[in-house]
């Protein structure tokens, strides 16, 4: 196994595991700092793909800009630790875990399991990720969906007006 | 410039849709009032795109590195859109002076998710496709809890954003199977090495869950859930555009995957035809249950999925045809009904039952007479439209060897006639309890009025829109 | 002429329009109906100009096709809107013209003071217009318009007066209303029309067209007689007819359609619309012809439904219910024809019985007239002097039906029969005859109880003879009912038998391929014959006496028998038994199964209290996230699964 194979389980695991806690976790601001963590691990992720503009990137804007915003979001709204209904949520957790083994069951067999370290990295990944590749390819081949996007942020912004302002005119 | 032009003209319709939506915003910053202007810009606006997306048709291209498929199939949907948010657009008017909820950012909104329902309709490459999907959807999120004060209206934002969201991770997942396994996002490539591929159970993974983030727009069973609640919820004419509108443009991303080239392997095609049968049993056996108008179309809409889900299962040319027939003449004939409905609503969701509905015939005979033809079109009785979308679909169905899927579709459509009916028999054959009142301007009426005499005429001379729709892929 | 037959259709639509979208501003009654009776005289007699040229011309150019314009095209397939003209299709368009123009014209006596007038003619004419595509159709997807469309006004006309109770005898006692037995109409129907549309559907499938030319002179071709795809395309077709034509196993909507006004049960449920399956049938000939097994189960059915209908009429009391199941009958012998090969015994008799029954009906509304609104026959009697007119036409639709000759109902009833016992066996005319026997017996049972003995009604009816415009047209469908029969004179008894030369060009082909000996002049057919006139003499002459002279033998049989007399006096039971076999588990089928368990209950019912639990212990925007929305993703969780399964076990 290379080195790169030993960092990438760490890191999954250490993905998968802050995925878990923060779903479960029962105070806000504890589930918060563990989708920082599970970020934290995807950029490393996507590091080890030498995709290291979105690895910064997704520092950056996720752990950095949303992150800041869901805090903000959880002090304004003063919630507390989450009324204790377990009961009441137990059989459908149970359901939701059985459920979603399945699917996931289906899709490794979907998937198959490859031998390890066969894979390996394209050579064009060495150059993809960086910012020059990027940048031109964004602006050459993916110009449209680019444009688009903003166009969809607009539209998502005008929503949000709509939805949350207090009084129209 | 000179090597920009053909790309501009070529996407003509799109550039214009955009303009408008941009132009209504910058009214609506602007000027105070401004939702009357509003309101005829974007009427104006979507009459222009259609115009310009008409003689389109006939030119075949694709612009922008082949990110998207100009002219032919992606006009002809293009219109299905722009029709669909016309008609919404006007009905919504005196449906939101009802609401008290009368903003021109509900046009825009509108405008904004057609944009987004064209890229899927004219996408070439994934990307696009989730990019208009998404467009589309947060405006219907938005849309569907327009009316603030009501707790209905929230309830059904809620859940249709909450299940979408859902939905886009699978839609996303697939997408990332599919880039997985054959190393490209583009469509005009899968469809063209769909063989190559099909004995990937990866490839087809991938296939599958964009199917199923798909089917969650369209409204197929099992992914169908949300539909009743949503449409029973969001504010009518939304309720129309949904139905029409969303569904033909999920409708666009599959036809465009499969049936331009006419496979599928044996998987999809069960898949398909699975998800075909169930909602055509689910939806129409449901709706007979129902005692709100609305819950009603809802159901009916779960089962026209069914229906048109059914011409893609059979793959074949009768099929697809079928289906991009059904999209127009269904865009007119639920939207025509969802508009009469939204005339007859009353404050705070009253006027919904089908009691509410009783002796309009006598009462209200313009409007019934309308109602009528949409609910005998729906139910597919010739001579309307809808009966020739049903009867191309099925078949299809038979031609494809899928003589039961056939069977089922018939039989299902046998007891649609059941709860169409019905509403039909309230209005003409039973006594007025209360007093009806309709609210709707003129305008409106003349656009309903034109829905049912196209959908008639559709009816007589279906071929003079057959003629087109052979030449689109 | 030829080329002129789309303005047969046209006519009656230029009335429907006009009384339909004008009928407010034309205000008069009179105008209304002059235009409503008017174009379909006008038709009838644009028909009888085609007839007469056709009749004049040689008999290999008396075939052609209008073709108005395509219709549908997609590919190699395309239909148009093209009309067939030929002996069969023209003459159904002369029944139904000829018969529809007289009651119209009744009804314009009938309908007198209604306040749904012009809409009355509107619906009517329309009718027309779909009936006419019906028969004059030349591909089986117009002819489904008009199999549709005529559906479509027989359940307008029979709504018609939707405000009044009616009594089915049946199903929903004292509650049901005139648009219950509309509703079971359409929906009865549209179960047939279900096999009619799969049978197109495999017809497109085998022939690539729909094409009425196309499809019958290929059929020899491309099918073994006795083929599996053959066998179903026709048997799924004669499902559809079973529908229109009121036949086992859906015959039950028929007698409810007795609620619609008079002169629609004449007009549609008795003349012209209910015969749409055997003119069906007897134009797809060649298919039948081609699939011996459906010919067997058509003949059963229709025999079954002859016999069972029969006997049900011998009971009933209301005057239109008793000749409701008499149509159901007597269509039951035009099926025994088709199905025994006699395709121009079918065609004949339906014909005749256009002209008996229609003034059968119109009599008995000018009865219902007079009586002001009472159908129970038991409340009438001795109203043969004070309607004179009514009476004798109503005499002899009656002796016409029962099969007494020189009248129209014998020659085509006998021709019937006679092909029954020749081509069929002994066991088909045993069965028929008897069924003669009873139509004689249940009809005079009618006439009796209706104009002879005492006046059993009370003083404040005052019943008198109906108008002149009423009375005319009964006039005119008497004289028809006596002399309509000559054109089918077999030739054993040294007639032409015109009828018969006339449609052998439609039905040689099929004729071909079943290819019967035959005999020439057999004696036996002079013996069944007698037989047939010594049953239906039998049969009136018992139904007077009993009703006439011994109204206490009734008594006596029916409460000797009494089981079998409630059986009867029930139908059967047959609504009571798809009421509870079919509708009542469908609609809890909706309501519980899939709405309430499969889409509420199973996916909600996993956690249905937990999230009530939850509703109740937390606020309003908990509720939202803890209710339904959760259960749908589960149930997305299980599409999912579904999907992935397909996708990786298929």
Same mark, same amino acid.
Request: hydrophobic letters at 55%.
């Given at each position: ?169 | ?473 | ?360 009906? =119109? /009599?008995?509304?000018? +009865? *219902? ?10 409340? @009438?009697?001795? &109203? %043969? ?107 054993? =008894? /040294?007639?032409?038998? +015109? *009828? ?10 099929? @004729?071909?391929? &079943? %290819? ?107 509720? =939202? ?26």
């Amino acid at each position: 196994m290379t080195v790169d194979a030993i960092l990438f389980f760490i890191v999954a695991a250490g993905a998968v595991a802050s995925a878990v806690l923060m779903i479960t976790g029962q105070n806000p601001v504890k589930s918060v700092l563990f989708l920082i963590v599970n970020f934290f691990c995807l950029a490393v992720l996507y590091l080890i793909l030498h995709a290291q503009f979105i690895a910064i990137i997704q520092i950056l804007v996720y752990a950095g800009a949303i992150m800041v915003l869901f805090l903000f979001v959880i002090m304004l709204l003063n919630l507390g630790t989450e009324e204790k209904h377990v009961d009441a949520l137990n059989m459908k957790r149970s359901v939701a875990v059985i459920l979603s083994c399945i699917v996931l069951f289906l899709i490794l067999i979907a998937i198959g399991l490859p031998a390890a370290g066969t894979g390996g990295l394209p050579a064009s990944a060495l150059v993809n990720g960086t910012v020059e590749t990027i940048g031109r390819d964004l602006f050459r081949q993916y110009l449209l969906p680019f444009e688009i996007t903003s166009l969809l942020l607009l539209g998502a912004m005008v929503g949000v007006i709509v939805l949350a302002k207090k009084h129209f005119e | 410039m000179d090597l920009l032009t053909p790309h501009l003209l070529s996407i003509g319709p799109l550039l214009t849709l955009v303009a408008v939506a941009l132009l209504v915003l910058l009214l609506e910053s602007i000027i105070t009032k401004s939702e009357p202007v509003s309101f005829w810009t974007s009427v104006a606006g979507l009459l222009v795109s259609i115009g310009i997306a008409v003689p389109g048709i006939a030119v075949h291209g694709s612009a922008f590195g082949g990110m998207l498929r100009t002219g032919g199939s992606a006009n002809y949907f293009s219109i299905i859109f722009f029709i669909c948010a016309l008609l919404t657009i006007v009905f919504s008017r005196d449906y939101l002076k009802k609401r008290d909820s009368v903003f021109g950012e509900f046009y825009l909104l509108i405008l904004f998710a057609t944009v987004g329902m064209v890229l899927m309709a004219a996408a070439a490459d994934l990307i696009i496709v989730f990019l208009g999907i998404e467009l589309m959807s947060i405006c219907l999120y938005v849309l569907a809890g327009f009316i603030r004060g009501s707790v209905l209206s929230n309830e059904s934002s809620l859940k249709y954003f909450l299940l979408g969201a859902f939905a886009t991770g699978f839609l996303l997942y697939g997408i990332a199977l599919l880039y997985g396994s054959t190393g490209s996002t583009s469509i005009t490539f899968l469809t063209e090495h769909f063989e190559t591929y099909a004995s990937s159970r990866l490839f087809l993974a991938g296939i599958g869950l964009l199917i199923v983030g798909l089917a969650f727009k369209i409204g197929a069973v099992p992914f169908h859930m949300w539909v009743p609640d949503v449409y029973q919820g969001a504010p009518t004419p939304v309720s129309g555009f949904m139905a029409t509108g969303a569904k033909a443009a999920a409708f666009s991303i599959i036809i465009g995957l499969f049936a331009q080239r006419f496979v599928h392997g044996v998987q999809i095609g069960t898949l398909l035809a699975i998800l075909a049968a169930a909602s055509m049993i689910l939806g129409n056996v449901v709706a007979i249950a129902q005692t709100n108008v609305k819950r009603m179309l809802a159901y009916s809409s779960i089962a026209h999925a069914g229906y048109m889900l059914t011409g893609l299962a059979a793959g074949n040319a009768y099929g697809r045809d079928g289906i991009l027939f059904y999209l127009l003449a269904y865009a007119f004939m639920n939207l025509g009904a969802f508009g009469l409905i939204s005339f007859m609503e009353q404050e705070g969701e009253k006027h919904l039952t089908f009691d509410d509905y009783a002796g309009l015939g006598t009462t209200k005979p313009f409007l019934a007479v309308l109602m009528s033809v949409f609910m005998f079109s729906l139910a597919g009785i010739p001579p309307f439209a809808g009966f020739f979308g049903k009867y191309y679909i099925f078949v299809g169905a038979v031609q494809a060897d899928m003589t039961w899927l056939a069977i089922v579709g018939v039989l299902m459509s046998v007891v649609s006639v059941f709860y169409y009916l019905r509403l039909v028999m309230v209005m003409y054959f039973q006594d007025t309890l209360i007093g009806q009142t309709a609210s709707y301007s003129a305008s409106s009426a003349a656009f309903v009025v034109l829905a049912a005499l196209i959908l008639l005429g559709l009816g007589v001379f279906p071929s003079s829109l057959l003629a087109i729709i052979t030449t689109l892929y | 002429m030829h080329q002129f037959v789309p303005y047969i259709l046209l006519l009656p639509l230029i009335g429907f329009l006009v009384n339909g979208l004008f009928g407010k501003k034309i205000g008069s009654e009179t105008a209304a109906g002059l235009i409503g009776a008017g174009v379909i005289g006008l038709a009838f007699v644009l028909a009888a100009v085609i007839v007469g040229e056709m009749a004049g011309s040689p008999a290999e150019d008396r075939k052609h096709i209008v073709t108005l314009f395509q219709w549908v095209a997609a590919g190699s397939f395309s239909v148009s809107v093209a009309y067939q003209v030929d002996q069969l299709s023209m003459l159904m368009t002369l029944v139904v013209t000829g018969v529809g123009f007289l009651i119209h014209v009744y009804s314009i006596g009938y309908m007198h003071g209604d306040p749904g007038f012009r809409r009355f003619f509107a619906y009517m004419n329309l009718f027309i217009f779909m009936m006419l595509n019906l028969v004059l159709a030349g591909n089986f997807l117009l002819m489904f318009l008009g199999w549709e469309g005529v559906g479509l006004c027989s359940f307008l006309l029979i709504g018609f007066w939707h405000d009044r109770p009616f009594d089915t005898g049946g199903y929903a006692p004292g509650t049901a209303m005139t648009t219950d037995a509309a509703k079971k109409a359409f929906i009865v129907n549209r179960i047939g029309d279900f096999g009619f549309l799969i049978a197109m559907f495999m017809i497109v499938g085998a022939f690539g067209t729909l094409n009425f030319d196309e499809v019958f002179a290929r059929a020899p071709y491309v099918f073994e007689a006795g083929n599996a795809t053959v066998f179903w395309i026709t048997l799924l077709l004669f499902l559809g007819a079973t529908g229109k034509s009121a036949q086992i196993p859906l015959f039950v909507w028929l007698p409810d359609a007795m609620a619609g006004p008079t002169p629609v049960s004449a007009l549609i449920h008795a003349a012209t619309m209910v015969t749409a399956g055997v003119y069906m049938i007897a134009r797809c000939s060649i298919l039948y012809a081609l699939a011996p097994a459906t010919m067997e189960i058509v003949a059963g059915v229709g025999l079954a439904t002859a016999l069972v209908a029969a006997t049900i009429g011998l009971v009933q009391n209301d005057i239109k219910k008793v000749l409701a199941y008499s149509t159901v009958s007597q269509l039951g012998y035009m099926f025994l024809a088709l199905g025994v090969g006699s395709f121009t015994g079918g065609v004949f008799h339906v014909m005749t019985h256009a002209f008996f029954k229609a003034l059968l009906f =119109l /009599g008995a509304g000018s +009865v *219902i007239h007079a009586m002001h609104d009472e159908q129970d026959i038991q409340k @009438m009697g001795g &109203l %043969a002097p004070v309607m004179p007119v009514t009476y004798r036409t109503f005499l002899i639709a009656a002796l016409a039906i029962a099969g007494i000759p020189p009248l129209a109902g014998f020659f085509s009833k006998d021709e019937i029969l006679w092909k029954a016992f020749s081509q069929g066996g002994l066991g088909y005319w045993v069965v028929g005859w008897m069924v003669a026997g009873l139509t004689a017996f249940y009809m005079f049972r009618l006439v009796s109880l209706t104009f002879g003995g005492e006046a059993r009604w009370g003083h404040d009816k005052h019943p008198h003879e109906s108008p002149k415009l009423m009375t005319v047209p009964l006039m005119v469908l008497a004289i028809l009912s006596v002399v309509g029969g000559f054109i089918g004179v077999p030739e054993s =008894l /040294g007639g032409s038998n +015109v *009828i018969e030369r006339w449609l052998e060009p439609v039905f040689a082909p099929a @004729m071909a391929k &079943l %290819a019967f000996v035959q005999t020439g002049h057999d004696p036996a057919e002079y013996l069944l014959m007698a037989l047939s006139v010594l049953i239906a003499a039998g049969g009136i002459a018992g139904a007077r006496y009993i009703y006439l002279r011994r109204a206490s033998i009734a008594d006596g049989i029916a409460g000797r028998f009494r089981p079998f007399y409630a059986l009867l006096w029930n139908k059967y039971f047959i609504d009571e038994l798809y009421d509870a076999v079919i509708v009542r588990p469908i609609a809890a089928g909706s309501d519980r199964l899939l709405w309430r368990f499969f889409d509420i209950g199973v996916i909600d019912g996993m956690v249905n209290g937990t999230a009530h639990l939850v509703r109740l212990a937390s606020g309003s925007l908990r509720k =939202l996230q803890s209710g339904n929305a959760q259960n749908y993703a589960y149930g997305f969780l299980v599409g999912i699964i579904l999907v992935l399964g397909v996708i990786i076990f298929r």
